[in-house]
């Protein structure tokens, strides 16, 4: 695939990778492929790790307007003893050579976790070798304390501000945890203010109250300036990915 530049806004991304975590959302893997395969062709692009998103390239299911980012580390199991020693288990160079136009990389901040140095000195050497190697780097930082990601406001805006002053060209944080609405839409428009680069805000797991609160959430994102959405299991979970994709997009492409 052909670089494509610097990421346009507004953007929704599909994400692929929680498996490779541990985080087995969908065990059959045919069922969750599948789910990929209605998705995608409302997204802009897809961040994944190394199996379904070769398996969707040689599938012809990527299209030449998808931005592909191969995701970076995956050895921080959750739940596990390790979860916050997130070395590398691809490199820059194999993503280039596979002609993905991009890679992700996670960094969480743990104040408590001397690890945390580790893992920020990772993700320096990887914003220099994406940008030596012209790709495109998706960075997704949090805040994390006893075990979970911090999502009040104050810490999704020093997870930006770190991974931004690094270098980070995009980067990926959640959705402050916030009053839905006004509120929130002027916390999206804090952590957009406190960088120059997009920001894209990540979804989560499909919740018991279905569509509706997802459906606000991107409302208040884009409400709030944000550049767009990297969402997974939101979509490809739903019983109708194709459906919950497509309305996702149009609020993203408003």
Known sequence: MIPLGPLPTPTLI????????????????????????????????????????HGLFAGGHVKDRHRTYLSMNRTGLAGSVFELDDRLVASVSRAAADGWTGIKHMTRIDMTDAVTSSALELLGQVLEQARDAGLDALIETLVWRDGRAVRDTDAVVLAAVIAHDLGAPVIKVPVPSVTPGKERQRAVTRVVASVGVPVLFLGGPLGHAGRAPVLDEVRD?????????????????????????GLVAALVHQ
């Open 14 to 53: 599909l994400a692929a990778d929680h498996r490779a975590r541990g985080v087995v959302t969908t065990e059959n893997y045919a069922d969750y492929f599948q789910a990929l395969t209605l998705a995608l062709p409302y997204c802009d692009g897809i961040l994944a790790s190394a199996q379904p998103l």
């Open 221 to 245: 994102v884009m409400e709030g300036g944000g550049s767009g959405m990297a969402m997974g299991r939101t979509l490809y979970q739903d019983p109708d990915p194709a459906e919950v994709a």
